[in-house]
């Protein structure tokens, strides 16, 4: 049987405990004082340990982000001695849709103007007002490339600045693509040889203005996004004029744009251009021009690429006019 204290002894055996305790254990703030001061050798005398920092995290193995449904294809070594590297995307059922042929929409300068296409593409599908289509970047194989000296040595059909010999290669670089790119990607991807857009920005603009006139059956729909009309004390106006005095027609669609607060002397070469083109007899010409209001050289080129793909596209839009949906 349990020996139960009473309830009348209950406080005193209590005190008597407490008192026992007291004399054979120390106080409880000398206890904590010998708590803290064990706690501060402690941190004392520890090894220095590595802290995980913000740079050490970014060094960890996490995934890289890919691009959907994108292909890296390094061309064979081309004439000029330069290697190219193109930036293909691709549409959503084109895995799916064996059968079916897409537009395709070649764009410069893919080290930069590559992902805003296939960021872009994805909501004008999506709102039906262009067709699925195949997004090829233009680019170079290699690594600690400098693109600006290849764009400009490139892209520009005149030479300007100095080095001069270090520019005005344009001609030579849509050879190319004309008779390298295009074949590549048409005999390597359901590439519908019957709607092909060029299209670029600054002096991928020029250049897509210059294939215009020196290739005018080669594509079907041009973006000319803030065009550097400038080079060459405004050579293009020239080249214009040559081309339509010779009588040819221009069979296409074709969008222009310049940034609102772009430079003036800038501006005015595109504006220039513009006016020209419209007084031009070109029955055959669908065009469009914009002045993206507020913006300059580098940011409005997100809105030209918007609105540009939308105005090429038209003709296969899914759907026009105000949506049903949501």
């Known amino acids: 049987m349990m020996n139960l204290i009473p309830p009348s002894r209950l406080h005193s055996h209590t005190a008597s405990a407490c008192d026992s ?17 064990c706690g501060l050798i ?70 930069w103007d590559f992902e805003k296409m296939m960021s872009i593409r ?38 300007f600045g100095e080095p001069a010999e270090s520019s005005g290669k344009a001609a030579e670089f849509l050879q190319m693509i004309k008779n390298e790119v295009i074949p590549f990607v048409e005999g390597n991807y359901r590439a519908d040889p019957a709607f092909r857009v060029m299209s670029g920005a600054s002096l991928g603009g020029l250049f897509t203005l210059f294939t215009m006139y020196t290739e005018p059956d080669l594509f079907h729909g041009y973006i000319a996004a803030t065009p550097a009309v ?9 080249y214009e004029d040559a081309f339509s005095k010779s009588g040819k027609q221009l ?3 074709l969008y222009m744009t310049v940034g609102g607060n772009e430079s003036p002397d800038f501006m005015s070469s595109i504006l220039r251009m513009n006016a020209r083109i419209a007084s031009r007899q070109q029955p055959h010409l669908a065009r469009n021009f914009r002045v993206i209001d507020g913006e300059r050289h580098a940011g409005m080129q997100f809105e030209s690429y918007v609105r540009g793909l939308r105005f090429v596209f038209e003709p296969l839009a899914p759907e026009t006019g105000p949506s049903t949906f949501p």
């Not at 004439?79 to 059968?99: A, C, F, M, V």
């Not at 400038?230 to 020239?238: A, F, I, M, P, Y």
């Open 21 to 37: 305790q007291c004399h054979t254990r120390p106080s409880i703030a000398i206890r904590i004082s010998r708590l803290l001061i």
């Open 42 to 111: 402690a941190i004392l005398v520890q090894p220095a340990l590595p802290s995980l920092s913000a740079q050490d995290s970014t060094d960890a193995p996490y995934p890289p982000h890919i691009v959907g449904n994108s292909h890296l294809r390094v061309l064979p070594k081309a004439p000029n001695g330069r290697q190219y590297q193109l930036h293909i995307g691709l549409p959503d059922s084109y895995g799916t849709d064996k059968d079916r042929r897409y537009p395709v929409v070649y764009v410069t300068d893919a080290y």
């Open 122 to 159: 994805g909501s004008l599908v999506y709102d039906k007002v262009a067709p699925e289509f195949i997004v090829v970047g233009l680019g170079y194989a290699g690594n600690n490339l400098n693109y600006g000296d290849l764009r400009r040595l490139e892209l520009s059909p005149v030479p």
């Open 230 to 238: 400038s080079v060459g004390n405004e050579w293009l106006l020239e």
């Open 251 to 253: 069979r296409a669609r």
